[in-house]
C-alpha cells in the first residue's frame, strides 16, 4: 500500500492536506513495469488511474499501420489515466514503459466514490485534473499546429 509520503512525490498531490491524503491512500495499489512492458492500450476501458513514482512512461499512437507517433511522456512525479473521470470511457493512445517503472494506480470507481462522498476532497483533486488536462489539450494543440504547418498550408484547407 502506498503512503501519504509516497503521494507527495506526485505533482498533483503535493500540496494537499494531510488528511486528504489519508483518504486516499488506502485506494492506491503499487504496480511495477519493466522496460517495453504495456501499461495500457489505446481502446482499452480507461479505468485505473496512475501516478508514477519511479521510470518513465511513454504515451503513443498509431497514426497509420506502422506508423507510430509519441505524443509525449510521463516522468517520475505525474499522472496519467484522467480518463477515469468519465465512466465508460477508453484510452486513446498506448502508454509503454521506457525504463523499470513504479507506478501507484488508483481504480476509476474507487477514485470517483471519494470525490462523491468527500465533496472537499473531490474539489482539491478536480481542480488538479482540469489543469493536467488543460495541459495535455494545450499540447495537443500545439503538435497538431505544427504538424499541420508542415505537411499542408492552412490557408490552402480555409479556401
Known sequence: MATTADLRNINILQDLPEAVLAKIAPLVKEASYQENDVVFRHGEPADTFGMLLRGKILLNVEAA??????????????S???????????????A???????VLLISGEDLLQLMDSDRDTGYHLLRRFTTIIKNRLDRRT?????????????EELVE
Open 65 to 78: 499501420p506502422g506508423v507510430v507517433v509519441s505524443l509525449g511522456s510521463i516522468k517520475a512525479g505525474y
Open 96 to 102: 509503454v514503459a521506457l525504463e523499470p517503472c513504479l
Open 142 to 154: 500545439s503538435q497538431f499546429v505544427l504538424a499541420m504547418g508542415r505537411q499542408v498550408q492552412v
Open 80 to 94: 496519467f489515466g484522467w480518463g477515469v473521470l468519465i465512466p465508460g470511457s477508453t484510452h486513446r493512445n498506448d
